[in-house]
């Protein structure tokens, strides 16, 4: 169940906000009185109420808005249990001057937007002793294992017990909650009205994460990064689920440098089956894997954490991912030109992805050199994996089949720059470029003009999401579905 938070400042503002929300039918929904600026008037926000209702009154101390005494506030409380409130949200420390009355719900909560405090038991143990129907227990997550913390008191609740993390730590929390066993956890109605950091959207925890689909038995995977905001792998796993009618969800899962081992031992404890892995973690994602694979080992770098039989084992699904797409890229080669085996492959970028391509062009027989901005940065990892190194102010002298661009170059929002001048390109090549925004970069539209064979590093993306999702889920990926869920939202973003 989710509780969908709703607050306004005029009293006709918040009923008309509640009418609107109840016709969506939420399970229940808290009124922020604190955010009503006149005087107050509880009995005329509960009369003729669409939907059950906790009653919040949130003080100063707490991030609310209330601005008159305490003892106003009290009495405020008191009011809302006299009309007949479902629920009434009554901090911990005020408790007992609160009287149980009727059969409104006691909600005891406490809050700190601080930190997630080492004696939490001690708190929910004091809570306890509130008479309470509900505890709730909100808390700031500063580091990610705070989430284990607030997620483990669940486990042994005496009471029924809502908690969880805020701040963007704090994400997992919220959506798992249900599935330690909190009868529900909160969200927001919309954006202007955000009542807590890291607060998600109700239409967010209902469609996207599929909250109330959310059993012990549901499989939690996610995406390790930092920064990890504006990843696209939950939007395309998280749909992929949704499509295939797949028991799993997928939650963005920020993990700080250097904290990576400590994170996924105290995540274990939450029961998480995979993860995607970018920047700056992939080096860290291996040395975790107990049992890599010869493709991650190869590039050194893996992308992709599983569990299977009690171990974690780690891939690298890019390098599937960039051999599919440049022999999708040569099919449009003569019949007895389609393999990458004896090809000249000239690879821009010395980063991660350039890694993978020369691993995954060269285990498949292809010649390839080498050519980076930084010089020094080339010849380190030339000599590493043994492949020819050309002066990045010669590289449109160097004669190739495949063109790859490692670089960020042509990435939004220079989408005007290409790594490689036009001139340089000639119809019998393939030229892909791995950057996927745009989807459709300079470097590929000039490459079009010039007739090349073209493959696209959206097309990338797409498969190594696909193999994940194949390891993850274990059923065939909607490969054309997921191709269209990450087109349209690039589109959406970049218009
Ligand atoms: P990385 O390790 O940071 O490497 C970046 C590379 O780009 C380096 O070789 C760097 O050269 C070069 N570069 C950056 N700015 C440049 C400039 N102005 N001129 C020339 N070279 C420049 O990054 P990565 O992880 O390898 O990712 C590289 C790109 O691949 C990303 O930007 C992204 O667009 C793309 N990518 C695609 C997928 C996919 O699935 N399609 C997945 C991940 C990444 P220096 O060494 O001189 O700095």
């Not at 194949?470 to 218009?495: I, K, V």
Request: contains cysteine; proline residues 5%.
């Amino acid at each position: 169940m989710i509780c969908v938070s709703l607050g306004r400042r005029r009293h006709s503002a918040l009923k008309q906000a509640h009418r609107d929300l109840g016709k969506l039918n939420p399970d229940l929904v808290e009124l922020r009185v604190d955010w009503i600026m006149s005087r107050l008037n509880v009995a005329r926000l509960l009369k003729k109420r669409p939907t059950p209702v906790v009653v919040t009154c949130r003080r100063e101390q707490d991030k609310g808005r209330w601005s008159g005494t305490e003892e106003q506030r009290l009495a405020v409380l008191r009011e809302a249990i006299i009309g007949g409130a479902e629920y009434v949200d009554i901090e911990e420390d005020v408790a007992k001057s609160i009287p149980r009355y009727g059969d409104t719900k006691r909600l005891i909560s406490y809050h700190n937007f601080q930190d997630t405090p080492a004696e939490l038991s001690e708190i929910y143990q004091r809570m306890t002793e509130c008479d309470p129907d509900v505890i709730k227990i909100v808390t700031m997550a500063n580091r990610p294992a705070d989430n284990v913390r607030v997620l483990e008191l669940l486990k042994s609740a005496t009471v029924p017990t809502v908690a969880f993390c805020m701040g963007e730590f704090g994400i997992v929390s919220r959506i798992l909650c249900g599935r330690m066993g909190a009868p529900f956890t909160y969200a927001g109605y919309s954006r202007a009205g955000e009542m807590a950091p890291g607060q998600l959207l109700w239409d967010d925890m209902r469609d996207f994460y599929r909250y109330d689909r959310i059993t012990p038995d549901t499989k939690v995977f996610g995406v390790i990064g930092d920064p990890i905001a504006h990843s696209l792998s939950p939007l395309l796993h998280n749909s992929a689920f949704k499509e295939v009618d797949f028991d799993g969800v997928y939650l963005p899962l920020r993990i700080p440098p250097d904290t990576v081992q400590e994170t996924l031992q105290e995540y274990d404890k939450l029961d998480i089956s995979g993860y995607s892995v970018t920047i700056p973690h992939k080096h860290a994602a291996l040395d975790f894997a107990e049992l890599p694979d010869a493709q991650a080992e190869l590039i050194g770098a893996s992308n992709t954490l599983f569990k299977a039989d009690g171990k974690w084992h780690a891939t690298n699904t890019d390098y599937d991912a960039i051999v599919e797409t440049v022999e999708a890229g040569l099919t449009t080669f003569p019949a007895d030109a389609r393999g990458i085996a004896g090809k000249q492959v000239l690879i821009l970028g010395a980063g991660g992805v350039a890694r993978a391509a020369i691993c995954a062009m060269q285990q498949n027989g292809a010649a390839v050199t080498i050519t980076n901005r930084s010089p020094d940065r080339a010849k380190v990892l030339g000599e590493e994996l043994g492949c020819t190194v050309v002066d990045w102010e010669q590289r449109g002298d160097h004669v190739c089949d495949i063109l790859i661009n490692c670089t960020s170059v042509g990435m939004h929002p220079n989408v005007s720059e290409s790594p490689f001048d036009l001139p340089w390109l000639n119809e019998s090549m393939l030229v892909f470029d791995t950057v996927y925004t745009p989807e459709n970069t300079q470097l590929l539209e000039h490459a079009k003009t010039r007739g090349c064979a073209t493959a696209s590093g959206l097309e990338m993306f797409v498969r190594q999401a696909a193999r994940q999702f194949e390891l993850f889920a274990g059923e065939r990926p909607p490969m054309d579905f997921m191709m269209e869920t990450l087109r349209h939202s690039l589109s959406s973003a970049t218009e």
